[in-house]
């Protein structure tokens, strides 16, 4: 079994920065890729960000030149969301894959708002 929690969601301003993490526990030796997901209201849930366990990173064209994902060990993830605007609005889930499973955070609400 594999639990994911994520930091660091919050209320910002347009234009502003947040940054969320991700800590991964349990049967870790198993993750592969893991990654960011995002669902506004209305819309179906997208990839945001990924990094692979070798570090290649892929990013969605909403959100490229703006959010950076990075891996600083195994099991901990980021994403450094830069220039937010209300549109970025959305519930963001951290995601990790196994060979036979994949893992999901239970989502932390990212509001842009004046």
């Known amino acids: 079994q594999v639990q994911l929690v994520e930091s660091g969601g919050g209320l910002v301003q347009p234009g502003g920065s947040l940054r969320l993490s991700c800590a991964a526990s349990g049967s870790i030796f198993s993750i592969g890729a893991m990654g960011w997901y995002r669902q506004a209201p209305g819309k179906q849930r997208e990839l945001v960000a990924s990094?692979?366990?070798?570090?290649?990173t892929d990013y969605a064209d909403s959100v490229k030149g703006r959010f950076y994902i990075s891996r600083d060990n195994v099991n901990t993830v980021y994403l450094q969301m830069n220039s937010l605007k209300p549109e970025d609005t959305a519930v963001y889930y951290c995601?990790?894959?196994?060979?036979?499973?994949?893992?999901w955070g239970k989502g932390s609400l990212v509001t842009v708002s004046s």
């Open positions: 995601n990790a894959d196994s060979p036979l499973v994949r893992y």
């Open positions: 990094v692979t366990s070798g570090g290649t």
